[in-house]
């Protein structure tokens, strides 16, 4: 089965700075897809990013970047530039096989310092 | 305007009262599915469907029912509720002809308290 690891419970940055979320993953599938979802405080699920598994290339969003790393099964989001409006729950979700369901980590808190 | 809704949004309720929680999507989409937030757990699938009258287990299924007599309707069904399954309750969609895109469209959530 799969699973998605975020081994950050709770993570801060100034605003202004760059801070990094981690995530590594578990799957024998070669062909799959990996999301970081942004939960604010109004628990609406937002997807900031995603990154299909056959692409080498890291996904970018403005601020947002990812480093996937697929041998290591590694899949980082790193905000630039934070603001206040970043701070919300982040969760790193694994989507692959035949039942397109997603598989979510436990979320990484991200508190934005004024 | 493309959504995924949820009704209702908040729940307070008793040990053993039969409810419905609703979801619509008005996207075409042949894939929903249900999840469930706890904290500390992070979002755990449900039940989900592939089309009408095609349902499967998810990863969390006891205590729940589904039904997809609709393509765009896909209600969760809880027939005896115990306070374990007070929790955030997210449906999604998708489209299963979308190529290599895969994102699922999430609704705004139900907050189910049992008591």
């Known amino acids: 089965a799969q699973t998605v690891t975020q081994s950050q419970p709770e993570m801060s940055v100034q605003e202004a700075e760059t801070v990094t979320l981690s995530c590594t993953y578990d799957?024998?599938?070669?062909?799959?897809?990996l999301f970081w979802y942004k939960q604010p405080p109004s628990r609406q699920m937002i997807l900031v990013i995603r990154?299909?598994?056959?692409?080498?290339q890291n996904a970018t969003e403005n601020r947002f970047s990812v480093n996937f790393q697929k041998a290591a099964k590694s899949f980082s989001l790193k905000i630039s530039d934070s603001q206040l409006g970043d701070a919300a729950m982040y969760f790193c979700a694994y989507s692959g096989g035949s039942n397109y369901k997603l598989t979510f980590g436990k979320g990484t808190l991200l508190t934005v310092n004024p | 305007e493309a959504q995924v809704t949820q009704n209702p949004r908040y729940l307070i309720t008793v040990t053993g009262k039969k409810l419905t929680v609703t979801c619509s999507q008005n996207?075409?989409?042949?894939?929903m599915s249900w999840y469930r937030q706890d904290p500390g757990l992070g979002l755990r699938q449900i039940y989900y469907s592939m089309n009408v009258e095609v349902t499967d287990k998810g990863d969390v299924p006891e205590g729940y029912k589904v039904s997809r007599k609709e393509k765009r309707n896909f209600p969760l069904i809880l027939e005896s509720p115990s306070p374990n399954q007070t929790s955030l309750y997210f449906c999604?969609?998708?489209?299963?002809?979308?190529?290599?895109?895969?994102?699922?469209?999430f609704g705004p959530g139900t907050r189910l308290t049992v008591l």
């Open positions: 990154q299909e598994a056959y692409k080498q």
């Open positions: 999604a969609s998708r489209p299963l002809d979308s190529g290599k895109v895969d994102t699922q469209y």
């Open positions: 996207m075409n989409h042949e894939y």
């Open positions: 799957t024998s599938e070669s062909d799959y897809y």
